[in-house]
């Protein structure tokens, strides 16, 4: 294969989206692949219908498999692509050899004559850009289930906020059953109609509010789930060498 066969081949492993080799691949129904946690952050927090953010077809379904042929080969093309291995930082100073290999253990960059010393012998080795896709798997895990407490707490605020609308509408109901009952007494007792009126604003106030303080907390939380979601994406691009350090 020459270079610029190889070149087009490493574009079909590039997500359009983020523009980097495919971090868990998915196949939606229109065929187009991308990142899975691409797709989660452009897909209006992953709720349906979707629309493929390459030729705008709606994809009713909302949860994707992970494409696993592509999601090796991208693997493959991340660990044969060059690495910037050669800086003075990734230098051992005893043999001054190129740090190539990352010890699981004490989680350092190694160079060979290193790894075969009596301090890391008995250690666990492997080449830098291995290691790395273990790391980007074990980020993948945490992702996977950090989108999954989202979705849990919208579908929870999603329920708050029907309930707050539901309860507003039957203070409003409860108003106006409250005034007709008292305009069918024989005397009309103002005060007490207004008392009555009052207890109910009181009472719907303080459950309002204890809704509003509990969607506000919801929020928030969202807000900084996807943060920290948006962090660990970005760390999973990072370079291999970045990553372990």
């Not at 946690?37 to 949860?63: D, H, T």
């Not at 660990?232 to 990553?243: A, F, G, Q, R, S």
């Amino acid at each position: 294969m020459d270079s610029d066969d190889l070149q087009v081949f490493q574009n079909e492993l590039i997500c359009c989206i983020c523009v980097n080799y495919f971090i868990d691949p998915v196949t939606i129904d229109c065929g187009h692949s991308f990142c899975r946690p691409c797709l989660c952050l452009c897909s209006e927090e992953g709720r349906a219908p979707m629309r493929c953010p390459s030729c705008r077809k709606i994809s009713e379904k909302p949860n994707f498999n992970t494409n696993v042929v592509l999601k090796k080969l991208a693997s493959l093309a991340r660990q044969t692509r060059p690495q910037n291995i050669n800086s003075s930082d990734n230098i051992c100073v005893l043999h001054e050899e190129t740090k190539e290999l990352f010890c699981e253990a004490d989680k350092r960059l190694l160079c060979g004559p290193c790894s075969e010393s009596p301090e890391h012998m008995a250690h666990s080795h492997s080449p830098i850009g291995w290691a790395a896709e273990e790391c980007r798997e074990k980020l993948i895990k945490e992702m996977d289930y950090l989108w999954k407490i989202n979705q849990e707490t919208r579908n929870n605020l999603n329920q708050e906020t029907s309930t707050f609308h539901s309860l507003k509408d039957y203070v409003s109901v409860r108003k106006r059953i409250i005034t007709i009952q008292y305009q069918k007494m024989p005397i009309f007792l103002d005060e007490e109609e207004q008392r009555h009126l009052q207890a109910l604003e009181r009472e719907a106030e303080e459950l309002f509010q204890q809704l509003q303080d509990s969607q506000v907390r919801m929020t928030q939380h969202l807000e900084r789930m996807k943060d920290t979601y948006r962090e660990l994406w970005e760390t999973c691009h990072m370079p291999d060498v970045e990553l372990l350090q």
